[in-house]
């Protein structure tokens, strides 16, 4: 490759570089902010918002005075006498269509309504899927901070027994198994790394961070859902359910717009006629009569869609009554065994390392003991971050249900 095309790549390179650096950012995200931001950025978020738009856009046509254009007739015509004379026949009409602006406007605003509560529903499942994505990562944090911590107390030990080793007090074997013990511990922190890179690029694509991007997160796992009592008053306002309050209401309205139609319809004409030489101008009124077509097959769908909606949303509420019971009880044996552990075991765990380090130092503990030792620090830690995910996930899953937002 010449110099030049050496130099070439270099500068594209740098080019990219820049740019990428350019639109990178350094973000701090909590649990409120990711849902924010989910909210207005994930592409599931933009399809959600666009029903609303598009049901608005309905509206605008609901809107105009008259559903029907008027409808002009002409014709020319000769009469058959002496002499032949020319007549013409023009004709415009106009169905006034009394009372269905107001009804068709109605089914409009319903719909609108029905598309927000759907709107909302959907924004629902995406706040689930942003908590538990954000829960894994804080988890996988979590896990890295741990691994690192057995990775620095193994390093310690193997510092000591080689000291130990060289001294002549530790045999081969022992030596080998402190340092497989490290290697271990190494390894174990890569893969804790590569779960938190993996669960942060999930994290990041439903809150739409950019490539380069550098994601921090903040707050604690599992903070506490609201009393049962809120969260049973909170259940009849859960959007899917409103979803289909507003599915009823929509019905309704479509029904109120079919009996309007079943009316006589009225209408306005105005007329010009040319007859042997003389201009002749007309009005009238005309009048459909609804004798076959009484909008009958419009109002039984519409008490049947009514009568549908109404036995899905009973049928969904006392599920999700049911659903929630069963999740609070599930919520508060986590909290129970989350506050086990952080009574009985997290002191103890924190003695036993203070001793660990202090024998290390000494030389006073032998490496079996210490593999023990260590490993059961480790799980505990690793059981007590464990813990405080099934914790925050429950209480998701709590306010998911109740449809309260986190």
């Known amino acids: 490759m010449s110099r ?7 500068c594209a390179a740098l080019i990219l570089a820049w740019t ?36 608005r856009a309905a509206g605008v046509g609901a809107r105009i005075h008259f559903e029907e254009n008027p409808n002009i007739s002409m014709g020319p015509g000769v009469r058959n006498s002496n002499p032949l004379t020319v007549a013409a026949d023009v004709r415009i009409t106009q169905p006034l269509e ?11 605003d319903a719909g609108e309504r029905e598309a927000r509560a759907e709107t909302e529903a959907a924004l629902r499942e995406l706040d689930l899927a942003v908590t538990l994505a954000f829960n894994e990562a804080r988890h996988a944090d979590l896990a890295v901070e741990a691994a690192t911590l057995s990775v620095a107390l193994t390093t310690r030990s193997v510092t000591a027994a080689d000291k130990r080793h060289q001294a002549g007090e530790l045999s081969d074997l022992d030596f080998d198994l402190a340092k497989i013990a490290l ?40 903070a506490p859902p609201p009393t049962l009592e809120a969260l049973r008053a909170a259940l009849a306002n859960r959007p899917d359910i409103r979803a289909l309050d507003a599915e ?4 309704r309205a479509e029904g109120n717009l079919a009996h309007v139609k079943r009316w006589p319809a009225l209408g306005l004409w105005f007329g010009y006629l040319r007859d042997q030489g003389d201009d002749i101008f007309l009005g009238g009124l005309s009048l459909t009569l609804p004798v076959w077509n009484r909008e009958q097959g419009n109002l039984a769908a519409a008490r049947v869609k009514e009568n549908t909606a109404m036995r899905r949303r009973s049928a969904l509420f006392i599920a999700a009554a049911r659903q929630l019971e069963d999740a609070y009880a599930s919520y ?18 924190a003695d036993a390392q203070k001793l660990v380090e202090k024998s290390i130092d000494a030389g006073q503990i032998s490496v079996s003991d210490l593999l023990v030792i260590r490993q059961e620090v480790t799980t505990a830690r690793r059981e007590y971050i464990d813990r405080q995910l099934d914790l925050a996930n429950s209480v998701a899953q709590v306010l998911f249900i109740a449809g309260v937002t986190p």
């Open 183 to 222: 290697g271990r511990a190494r390894a174990t922190l890569a893969t804790t790394r590569s779960n938190r890179a993996e669960a942060i690029g999930k994290l990041a694509a439903l809150i739409g961070a950019r490539p380069g991007d550098a994601i921090t997160l903040r707050g604690d796992l599992g």
């Open 248 to 251: 009823a209401g929509v019905a």
């Open 20 to 55: 990428a650096s350019a639109y990178a950012d350094s973000l701090t995200i909590d649990l409120a902010a990711a849902h924010a931001r989910a909210r207005e950025q994930a592409p599931d978020a933009i399809t959600a918002h666009a029903k609303v738009a598009q049901a």
């Open 332 to 349: 508060q044996h986590q909290r129970e065994s989350l506050d086990t552990m952080e009574r009985e075991i997290l002191p103890v765990v």
């Open 4 to 10: 030049i095309s050496r130099a070439r790549l270099v």
């Open 98 to 108: 009394i009372g269905h602006r107001s009804a068709r406007i109605a089914v409009a």
